[in-house]
């Protein structure tokens, strides 16, 4: 019914942090570009930002599939109060909530357990080639 709700608020304030230490990250690369030319080095891998965008674009994707079904199946309206559940009384709220505490957080967990691993893999992949240069320096 409203599960996509709870995967969509993770998505606003996720979101709202990726543009937020996005624009920290540029003005640190800024004075860092100002005091010290090797800001070139680190420019090539992707900040901590730019993975958290990573984790904002799979929440989005999944929130408007989910939408875009909750609206095939009529369980979305383009009218107040937008879900059907909350025009039915208080027993298809009970159950809309409920099904949002359950299926709604378990999704948004999985996701960020899937970009948590995402991340793991990519700090290994950026791990490497230093530990490979490392090795054929030595």
Not at 66 to 73: D, I, K, M
Not at 100 to 128: D, N
């Amino acid at each position: 019914m409203a599960c996509f709700l709870v995967p969509g608020a993770e998505a606003v304030i996720v979101t709202a942090a990726a543009f937020l230490l996005k624009k920290y990250e540029q003005n640190k690369a800024q004075v860092k570009l100002g005091a010290d030319s090797a800001a070139a080095e680190t420019e090539a891998k992707p900040g901590f930002a730019r993975k958290l965008f990573w984790l904002a674009e799979l929440l989005w994707g999944g929130v408007l599939l989910l939408a875009f079904e909750h609206l095939w199946h009529g369980e979305v309206v383009p009218f107040f109060p937008f879900l059907t559940a909350a025009t039915e009384g208080a027993a298809a709220v009970s159950e809309m909530l409920g099904e949002m505490a359950s299926v709604g957080v378990l999704m948004a967990v999985l996701v960020t357990a899937v970009w948590g691993a995402m991340v793991a893999v990519s700090a290994a992949i950026e791990k490497r080639p230093a530990a490979e240069a490392a090795e054929v320096e030595a």
